[in-house]
């Protein structure tokens, strides 16, 4: 079956530093990769929809010079959050739509990505 | 996308069957009902879809109202590893489109 895979599944950084996240889909072509984040007890919350060799789709509210994205190849997107502060601590989770096939529209996510700034 | 509605928590006995509702009065002609779960510290999970005919796989059945405006997803033999959010979400069955995911409802299975 379709696989996403996230890079780091955690990652504890200083308030004012950046860190990249990778999602990759391992067996599929993904033109489309979605990013959300979750904070504790809530539920998920879209940031962007990233295409590849183009430039993201932000939800508002979410800055896109804070959380860069870029999705370079069909198989791998990458969030940046630039100048990470405490309050962008989260679970940030990435999927992509797997399949062209029997129309089926099924997302597969990553694993997530834990971020704690300190 | 149709909006959802789902009770934000149920408990089930494990091993019985674990019901559990969505409405979406609102949905269109050309959405579908699609089902994910999420366990806790992980990402979510799809587990069935459906557009008008009840569906089965080999995790679960999708039972939809004739008038579409209400499912509901049944896990025949609850386990422990069933305790989940679980989300119900209406949308066009398109690529591109985004899912938006509501609160969800966070199932207990108790031994």
């Known amino acids: 079956g379709a696989v996403v895979s996230q890079h780091p599944s955690w990652v504890i950084c200083k308030s004012g530093t950046s860190v990249k996240i990778e999602c990759r889909s391992l067996d599929f072509q993904a033109t489309t990769m979605f990013w959300y984040r979750q904070f504790p007890k809530q539920s998920l919350m879209l940031m962007a929809t990233s295409n590849e060799g183009s430039k993201a789709t932000y939800e508002q509210g979410v800055e896109k010079d804070k959380f860069l994205i870029n999705h370079a190849s069909l198989t791998l997107s990458t969030l940046t959050v630039t100048s990470a502060h405490p309050e962008d601590s989260s679970f940030y989770i990435c999927?992509?739509?797997?399949?062209?096939?029997?129309?089926?529209?099924?997302?597969?996510f990553g694993a997530g990505s834990r971020l704690t700034v300190l | 996308d149709a909006k959802t509605t789902q009770p934000p928590s149920m408990d089930c006995a494990e091993g019985r069957a674990a019901n559990l509702p969505c409405n979406h009065s609102t949905i269109s002609g050309n959405e579908y009902v699609y089902w994910y779960r999420q366990i806790h510290s992980q990402g979510p999970q799809y587990i069935i879809h459906g557009l008008k005919n009840n569906e089965t796989n080999e995790m679960a059945s999708l039972i939809i109202t004739e008038d579409r405006k209400s499912s509901t997803l049944i896990l025949p033999h609850a386990t422990l590893r069933d305790t989940a959010v679980y989300y119900c979400i209406v949308r066009v069955n398109t690529g591109g489109f985004k899912t938006i995911f509501g609160a969800g409802t966070r199932l207990f299975v108790k031994a």
């Open positions: 999927s992509a739509r797997a399949g062209r096939n029997s129309g089926a529209n099924v997302l597969t």
